[in-house]
């Protein structure tokens, strides 16, 4: 079976070649259609799907995989910083609190959704001060990152704690898409 990432993450791909050594990356050009009516739960598990129908509606005989990640505080939204002084804004916010992260996972063959999940992962953060949010932006890391950091990087001396799976923050919940993956195509399907 062929499989597609419809990310361009490298987070994502490295993560997903843990599962499957072979696959191929296609961007979604979709544009993200949101509703404000979805909770903060709905939300990355409906991009993701948007994302994965779109790459799925051209390569219908492939198993392709969506993802979308977001960092909710206290019920908002915080995607991908805009530019420095919102990065700069939503560390502040973070700073010595409890943030929630989603990312929400789909699976789609043949233009037509198999399956989607989404889970969540509880971060806290250490207090920073104005010199750690200031050193940090020159790093350049935040700001292709939901919530302005990278656990997985510099943004990881920040995190006091989490409760849940540290690869969900990172941007794709590993060992949950392992157990989706196997349900939807049998132990054996994996070793294609």
Not at 66 to 80: E, F
């Amino acid at each position: 079976m062929e499989w597609i990432l419809a990310s361009g993450s490298p987070r994502r791909r490295e993560l997903l070649g843990r599962i499957i050594p072979d696959f191929s990356v296609q961007v979604s050009q979709v544009e993200e259609q949101r509703d404000p009516a979805w909770t903060v739960q709905e939300l990355p598990k409906r991009l993701a799907l948007q994302k994965a129908l779109d790459v799925s509606s051209r390569n219908r005989s492939a198993l392709v995989i969506g993802a979308d990640t977001i960092v909710s505080l206290d019920g908002m939204v915080l995607g991908k910083p805009r530019d420095e002084e919102d990065a700069m804004d939503m560390l502040r916010a973070l700073s010595g609190r409890t943030h929630l992260v989603y990312t929400g996972v789909a699976f789609c063959c043949g233009g037509q959704a198999l399956s989607s999940f989404v889970q969540c992962t509880e971060v806290d953060f250490y207090p920073l001060t104005e010199e750690q949010i200031q050193r940090y932006l020159a790093t350049g890391e935040p700001f292709d990152k939901a919530g302005a950091y990278g656990i997985q990087g510099k943004g990881g001396l920040f995190v006091k704690g989490i409760r849940g799976d540290y690869f969900n923050v990172v941007g794709f919940p590993l060992a949950r898409a392992a157990q989706e993956m196997e349900r939807l195509l049998g132990a054996d399907g994996l070793k294609e």
